[in-house]
């Protein structure tokens, strides 16, 4: 309580502080809307470093170089107000953007990529704001974020059969993801997009609660996106790319501390939810240790290649030693710890969940064009034999493209066509050969979350989602249509369902606009999602019907509608 108490009189004290006129640099927030993708996209005009991946973020204006991050557009505005005066040489302090995000949903939760931000029902709310210092290569961000939800009940999975309870139960005890979040409104403030780090070259070190994204992907991640909140993590990283004789290279290290949600997978007390197999978590955090980096190859401009790897134990169930913080550095790093022909000693048997993925990204400025992919396992290949013969076994993937299309004019306006494919339902070699769901795990028995959301891909366990995505654009404004096939948990509905007619499918179609004018930056969305077998259920015609019969039945579908809208102020 006191540590943040002497926060808030820093961030008050520098709130009062006379204003001036230098211009600084930040880091830029990990799904900051327009800009973010703003960035990107110039890249692939030709206007932007060639170097940087996009596939390790958030971005730091050494590598953008930008004269500030949040304001490309700078002769359109008026920035006099946000940078602060101080009286110390070399010390340099700037208000960062207000942000404010809302949202709703009218009839059940969706919605991922959003940060601290909950799945809910209702009207919900973020709303961000914060400070930034520089001194020298000491490097300080406050940029906390207060969320508020309505959280409004809502139907979940239901069945009156025990078979598919079980089932059900099989996923959400070992995995943090409650479909509802308490049963009164929600209210969290969290540091948010905050860290101190020390700069030196293109090297950082720092603690931070930042968001992170890790690989190519545009709307999925396997290993890291901002779906959940940004946890406290130490971070070694690059914060431009080191360009050396043979291409150019950047990288993180993170050690962080995972949380809990604190809620149970269904509200309990229902008679017919068979509440007694749910099995409470155990107490504790986790702790997360992961790695990723690129390489840029100087012989084929344009081209990234990746590898990223995390590791998430209980606290309780670590070591001391080097090698339990990083577990991927020790003897036996890259073997299954469950092969008995393998010599591990205790520590290196502890209980961890892992994941690696392999991605690539290669950017074609001549033709405004990228394309992208991401490979992932979560049960390693026990020896190079085994992971071509069975590269499918474990598996999850992303692909996806961008090309812009310059149309004639002196506003050089572009169209765009986007399609990305993200599939983590698990391959036919699970019939043969078990391996944990993508995100779930019976050792680790809170998954891959982080407060109840999972820290990779937001669609969650057995899913996969189709996204297309047509727009048009002038500078920082983007207006546009987005449709979006999205199958929830097929290992599931495969596993436990078993009925042709039941399998949960949303489809969706979306318009969207994002717009700069002056010092604001407003960004809407408005997506209708129709629920066909929502919660895979669906009402028989006829018990027991065969033939025709069988396709006779009551719709159990759904209807949606996702409402979005955020403002940013810049200072």
């Not at 000491?138 to 025990?162: D, M, T, V």
């Not at 005890?173 to 409650?178: A, E, R, S, V, Y």
């Not at 997360?288 to 995390?310: C, D, E, I, N």
């Not at 993925?357 to 991401?374: C, D, I, K, M, T």
């Amino acid at each position: 309580m006191k540590g943040h108490i002497t926060i808030f009189k820093f961030y008050l004290l520098l709130l009062g502080l006379i204003t001036t006129n230098i211009l600084c640099a930040q880091t830029l927030p990990v799904g900051s809307p327009l800009l973010e993708d703003y960035y990107r996209r110039q890249q692939l005009l030709g206007k932007l470093d060639s170097t940087i991946s996009f596939s390790i973020r958030p971005l730091h204006n050494l590598a953008l170089r930008q004269a500030d991050v949040y304001t490309p557009d700078s002769n359109n505005i008026k920035t006099s107000h946000r940078v602060l005066a101080t009286t110390l040489p070399g010390l340099k302090m700037e208000l960062l953007p207000i942000s404010w995000l809302q949202q709703t949903n009218t009839k059940y939760a969706y919605g991922y990529n959003d940060g601290g931000m909950i799945p809910a029902r209702g009207y919900q709310t973020q709303v961000s704001a914060g400070i930034w210092a520089q001194y020298g290569g000491l490097e300080i961000q406050i940029k906390p974020e207060y969320i508020y939800a309505r959280n409004k009940e809502y139907p979940g999975f239901n069945s009156n059969q025990l078979f598919h309870w079980q089932g059900w139960y099989l996923t959400q005890n070992n995995i943090d993801m409650p479909e509802r979040f308490g049963e009164e409104s929600y209210r969290k403030v969290y540091m948010g997009q905050s860290y101190i780090r020390y700069n030196y070259k293109a090297l950082s070190l720092g603690l931070s609660t930042e968001n992170l994204w890790w690989g190519p992907g545009m709307y999925n991640s396997l290993l890291m996106s901002n779906t959940a909140p940004g946890f406290p993590h130490l971070t070694l990283n690059t914060n431009k790319p080191i360009k050396t004789g043979i291409g150019s290279f950047e990288g993180q290290l993170v050690g962080g501390q995972l949380r809990s949600s604190g809620y149970t997978p269904t509200p309990l007390g229902n008679p017919v939810h068979f509440d007694y197999l749910y099995q409470e978590k155990p107490p504790g955090w986790r702790y997360f240790a992961g790695f990723v980096m690129t390489y840029q190859p100087k012989w084929v401009p344009g081209l990234f290649l990746g590898h990223a790897r995390s590791h998430v134990m209980y606290r309780h169930d670590m070591g001391n030693s080097l090698s339990s913080f990083l577990p991927f550095f020790g003897p036996g790093s890259w073997t299954d710890p469950n092969d008995p022909t393998v010599n591990l000693n205790a520590e290196q048997r502890k209980s961890k969940d892992e994941y690696k993925s392999y991605f690539f990204r290669w950017v074609l400025p001549s033709g405004q064009a990228e394309f992208y992919g991401e490979y992932g396992r979560t049960d390693p290949a026990w020896d190079g034999r085994d992971l071509k013969v069975q590269l499918e076994h474990s598996r999850a993937y992303t692909l996806g493209l961008r090309k812009l299309f310059i149309l004639p004019g002196i506003h050089q306006d572009q169209l765009q066509f986007n399609l990305e494919l993200n599939q983590l339902a698990s391959p036919r070699s699970g019939t043969l050969r078990t391996s944990a769901q993508w995100y779930v795990s019976d050792i680790v028995r809170d998954g891959y979350t982080h407060r109840g959301q999972v820290l990779g891909a937001g669609s969650g366990p057995g899913s996969s989602v189709q996204t297309v995505n047509f727009s048009w654009l002038r500078g920082m404004k983007q207006i546009g249509l987005m449709f979006q096939r999205y199958e929830h948990n097929s290992d599931f509905y495969y596993n436990y369902i078993g009925d042709i007619r039941k399998n949960w499918v949303d489809l969706s179609i979306a318009a969207y606009g994002e717009w700069n004018y002056k010092n604001l930056l407003f960004n809407a969305k408005i997506q209708y999602i129709n629920a066909l077998n929502y919660q895979y259920e669906l009402e028989e015609l006829v018990e027991n019907a065969e033939g025709p019969e069988f396709w006779q039945f009551f719709k159990q579908d759904k209807a949606n509608m996702f409402l979005q809208l955020g403002l940013m102020y810049r200072f």
